[in-house]
């Protein structure tokens, strides 16, 4: 059985930092690209950032370029997202997905397996 795991959700200040990982079971972890989407109140699931399988090619949303940093470490099955200089705006459940592919992609519907999210809000 798959499992994602996503932690390290919270409640941060404007300007803080914020690591979030997600643990993967059942699948082998380096056959998979990796995403992260996050979803708030009201929104559609929307991309966040995403990693090809072997860590080679990253990709990101704009609105995120430059503050947060995806990596993955397949020896530990784990995929992060670094997050720094967090906005208010940055309000969301996050969630980590593995598509088996070694093209990542930004569109939610290709991946296969989805964690069950972790919350992160940033206060003003």
């Known amino acids: 059985q798959v499992q994602l795991v996503e932690s390290g959700g919270g409640l941060v200040q404007a300007g803080g930092a914020l690591r979030l990982s997600c643990a993967a079971s059942?699948?082998?972890?380096?056959?998979?690209?990796m995403g992260w989407f996050r979803q708030s109140p009201g929104k559609e699931r929307e991309f966040v950032a995403a990693?090809?399988?072997?860590?080679?090619?990253?990709y990101y949303a704009d609105s995120v370029k430059g503050r947060f940093t995806i990596s993955r470490d397949n020896a530990k099955n784990t995929v992060y997202l670094q997050m720094n200089s967090l906005k208010p705006e940055d309000t969301a459940i996050y969630y980590c997905?593995?598509?088996?592919?070694?093209?990542?992609?930004?569109?939610?519907?290709?991946?296969?397996?989805w964690g069950q999210g972790t919350q992160v809000t940033v206060s003003s």
């Open positions: 997905a593995a598509r088996p592919s070694v093209v990542a992609t930004t569109t939610p519907n290709l991946y296969l397996y």
């Open positions: 059942g699948l082998t972890f380096g056959n998979y690209a």
């Open positions: 990693i090809s399988l072997n860590g080679g090619s990253t």
